[in-house]
C-alpha cells in the first residue's frame, strides 16, 4: 500500500460532515478502489464546539482556512465553505500556491473566478476538481469532461436548483399559489440566506456556466448568462401550461450558435411526456447532448449531505488514483473567450396577457405579432373577469428579439393591462 | 503537442466505422481535450473490399487482428469484432501481451474471461477499458468506477438491451403480440443472427455481470445470473400490468445480500410512473444505488454507431490523457469470489393463471399459496372462456423459494391449466 492521500477539509456544514463520515465509515472501501488510504489530517470551520454528529477529535483544527489549505501534512484542500470570494477564494489559491490541488462544492467561487483559477492551478501543476458544485451526486462534470469527449456537444441543459423544482411542482400538484410554495419551502429549511439566488436563477446560473465551459471549450463567463427567475410565474401559467401538455420548469440551456454561446437559465415550457416534464420536486436533471452520442439524461439528488459528498469523493479518490484532469477538460490557457449570442436560437413562446374588454382588442394584439413576423400557432381568449380578460398565445417559432418588439409594443396598443407574460417552449 | 496515441481498430462494422468518423473528423477537438492527437495506425476486418462510408486508405491493413493486435505503430488495440471467443480473445490477449492497452465494446468476452483478462492486463502493467460494452453510449462505468467511488453501492438495475424494450414497448403501445412484435424487430434488423442472445436476456445478462463486478468488488461471474428472457410475456399480461399501474420490464437487478450477490435479469414488473416505468423504445436505462448518493439514473442510446463509439472514445481519450483504471475499479486480484444468492431479496409477484370451472377451484389455489406462506394483495378472476377463467394474483412480499414452491403444487391440484406466469415486481 502507497501513502496515504491526506485531506485538509475547510467547512463542517452538511457536505464537509458528509465528506468525514464516508471516509471514517468507507476506509477500506477507498483503499481498495484508490490503491491508498485516503485520511484526513485537519479541519477547519467558523465554530470549533458544536456537534456535527462525526467524531473530529483525531484531526488537527485550524481556525483558518488559508493556514489548513498550507499545511505540510494536506495534499488536497478539500473547500466546502461556500461564497464566491472571502475565505474560500483566499484558501483555495494558498493551497493551489502551496503545491496541492483541490476539490470543492463551490459553484459561485468556479462561475466567477473559474478561468483565473484554472490558469494559477495549471501553472503550479495543479489541479480544482469540482464535480459536487454541479447537480450535486450526479456525476455529470465526469460525464462531461471525461466520458463524452468524443463528441462535440450541441447543447446541455439541466434542472440543477431543486428548491425552484421543488416551488414549481408544489404549485403544480397542490395548487399553491409562488407566493404560498416559497413560504413552504423557506420552512422546510430550501432556502439560500439570499433567496434570489435560489429562485431568481443565480446558483443555477452558475452550474451552467461551469457546464457550458467544459461543453464548448470556453472560458467560463456567467456575466453572460441570461437570467430569469421564476417569482413571475402563476398558478394559472402552470394550469395553461399544464392543459397544452406542457411543465414550467427553471432550465438551464447553453448552446453554440454561429452568433455565438447562448447561455439561458429561465422559466421554459417543456413536454410533460419528456424526462425534464416528468421531474419532481427537489430531484435535478441534466441532459448532455451530443453529435455522436445523441441524447444522455442524468437524474438525481441535487444536493444534500450524502448526495454531495459523494461527488466530492469522487474527485479525492481521482486525485488519490492519479487521475489529474484540466479543471474545464482541456488546459485552461487553450479555452477560447466566447462571444456571447443573446437568444440566437428561435422558439416558439407562451404568452399570457391581460386584456381589456374593448372592441377590436384582440385584432390589435395580433397586428403587432404580424408587425413583429411572429405568426400564431394556437390562441385562447376567456370569459371577462370585471373589465378585462386573460388571453393566451402559443406562437410559431421567433427569434427572442421579436418578441420583444412585440411586448414592448402591446403597450402602445392601450389594450393589454399590465406586463405580458412570455415563456419560451424549449425542445427538449 | 506530444506523441499521438496511436488506434488499431479491429472491426470495421456499424461501431468500427463511426469510431473512425470520430477521429477523422474531430480531430482538433480529440487533440485540445487530450493533450495529444489521436491518430489510426492500421484496420483489420473480415472482408476488406467492403463500402464503410469512411475512406480507410491512410491507413495500414491487417487481415489478422492478432497481427494487428502486435503492430509496433499500435499503441492501444480497439476491439470491435465480438464474440466471447475466436478472434477478440486472440487479438485481446495478443494486445495485451505485446504491452499494448485494450479497448472494447465486447461484453460476451469480458462477461466470460473478464477476470483472466483483468489480470492478464494487470501482469503487464496495461488496462483493459470497456464503456461502450455497456448501455451503448451512456457513461455508466465511467460513472460507477469513479463518479460514485465514494458509496458502498445497494443496487445496480437496467434496461439494457433495447431490442426487449422495443418488443415490449410495441406490445403496449400497438397491442401486437410478442410474436407480431418479434416479427418487427427482425424486420428492423434489431435483432441479433443468434435471437436468444436478445429475447432470453442473456446480452443484457453479460452486460448486468459487469456492473455487479465493479459495483461490489467481485470476480465478473456471468454464469451467477439468473436468466429469464421475455418469450413468455403475453399481451394480457401486459394489459393486466398497465390497469395496475405497472409496465413490464427485462430489467437487470443486482444487489448484495446476507447470503451473497443477487444477479437477474428477467421481466419485472416496474410502476408506471417510475423513470424505468417511462422508458420507451430502444432506449436504455441505468440506476445506481449508493449508501451516500442515493439514486442515480441515466438514460441513453444504448446501441448505434454513433453513440457506441462515443463510449468507445471516452475511453481513448482517457487512455490519450493517461488515465488508467483498473479493469473492475480495482486491482483484479483484490475482487472477491462472491458467493451466488438465487432470489435472496423478497419481493411482491405477480401470478396469472388459467383455472379450470370446477366449484372450489379459487379455493385450492388460495390454499396452496397460504401453505407456502404467501399471503394475498390482490386477486382478480374473469369470465370463463370455455372452460377455463384467467385468474390473476398480486402476492405481499414473498420469497422466490416459496413462490416456487407453490408454483410446483399448484399442478397438483388439478385446476390449474399449463403453467402459470410468475413476474416480479421490482421497487424501483
Given at each position: 500500500m502507497t501513502s496515504p492521500l491526506r485531506l485538509g477539509i475547510a467547512g463542517l456544514g452538511t457536505v464537509g460532515s458528509g465528506v468525514v463520515r464516508i471516509v471514517q465509515t468507507h476506509a477500506d472501501l477507498l483503499a481498495a478502489r484508490a490503491g491508498r488510504p485516503v485520511t484526513i489530517s485537519a479541519v477547519s470551520a467558523r465554530t470549533r464546539d458544536k456537534d456535527r454528529g462525526v467524531p473530529l477529535d483525531a484531526y488537527e483544527w485550524e481556525d483558518d482556512a488559508v493556514a489548513l489549505a498550507r499545511r505540510?501534512?494536506?495534499?488536497v484542500l478539500v473547500e466546502l465553505m461556500g461564497g464566491s470570494d472571502g475565505p474560500a477564494k483566499a484558501a483555495t489559491e494558498a493551497a493551489l500556491a502551496a503545491g496541492k490541488d483541490v476539490v470543492t462544492a463551490n459553484k459561485a467561487l468556479l462561475a466567477i473566478h473559474g478561468q483565473a483559477l484554472a490558469e494559477a492551478a495549471e501553472a503550479q501543476g495543479r489541479v480544482i476538481r469540482f464535480e459536487a458544485a454541479v447537480a450535486g451526486g450526479i456525476p455529470v462534470i465526469k460525464a462531461l469532461t471525461?466520458?463524452?469527449?468524443?463528441n462535440a456537444m450541441t447543447r446541455v441543459m439541466g434542472v440543477m436548483n431543486g428548491t425552484c423544482n421543488y416551488i414549481l411542482t408544489r404549485m403544480e400538484n397542490a395548487g399553491l399559489t409562488y407566493a404560498e410554495a416559497f413560504a413552504e419551502a423557506d420552512g422546510l429549511g430550501?432556502?439560500?440566506?439570499?433567496?434570489e439566488l435560489d429562485v431568481g436563477g443565480i446558483d443555477a446560473g452558475h452550474k451552467l456556466a461551469l457546464l457550458a465551459a467544459i461543453a464548448f471549450g470556453t472560458q467560463v463567463d456567467f456575466g453572460a448568462v441570461e437570467l430569469e427567475g421564476?417569482?413571475?410565474?402563476t398558478i394559472d401559467d402552470i394550469v395553461q401550461a399544464a392543459d397544452m401538455g406542457y411543465k414550467i420548469k427553471l432550465l438551464g440551456v447553453a448552446q453554440m450558435t454561429g452568433r455565438g454561446l447562448e447561455q439561458r437559465m429561465s422559466p421554459c415550457l417543456v413536454p410533460d411526456t419528456s424526462p425534464l416534464g416528468q421531474l419532481q420536486g427537489g430531484t435535478n436533471m441534466v441532459v448532455l447532448e451530443g453529435d455522436a452520442v445523441g441524447q444522455i439524461v442524468l437524474r438525481g439528488a441535487g444536493a444534500g449531505s450524502g448526495p454531495t459528498a459523494s461527488a466530492v469523493m469522487g474527485d479525492v479518490i481521482d486525485l488519490a488514483r492519479g487521475v489529474r484532469m484540466p479543471t474545464f477538460g482541456q488546459p485552461a490557457t487553450s479555452l477560447r473567450k466566447a462571444r456571447a449570442a443573446r437568444a440566437a436560437v428561435p422558439a416558439p413562446y407562451y404568452l399570457r396577457m391581460q386584456l381589456v374588454d374593448k372592441p377590436g382588442a384582440l385584432a390589435k394584439v395580433a397586428r403587432v405579432l404580424g408587425e413583429a413576423g411572429i405568426s400564431i400557432d394556437r390562441m385562447r381568449q376567456y370569459g371577462h373577469q370585471d373589465t378585462s380578460a386573460p388571453v393566451l398565445i402559443v406562437t410559431h417559432k421567433t427569434t427572442r428579439g421579436a418578441l420583444d418588439e412585440a411586448l414592448a409594443a402591446f403597450a402602445a396598443?392601450?389594450?393589454?393591462?399590465g406586463a405580458p407574460v412570455a415563456i419560451r417552449i424549449e425542445a427538449v
Open positions: 505540510d501534512d494536506v495534499d471525461e466520458g463524452l469527449a468524443g430550501y432556502l439560500e440566506a439570499d433567496p421564476i417569482g413571475a410565474i396598443t392601450g389594450v393589454v393591462e
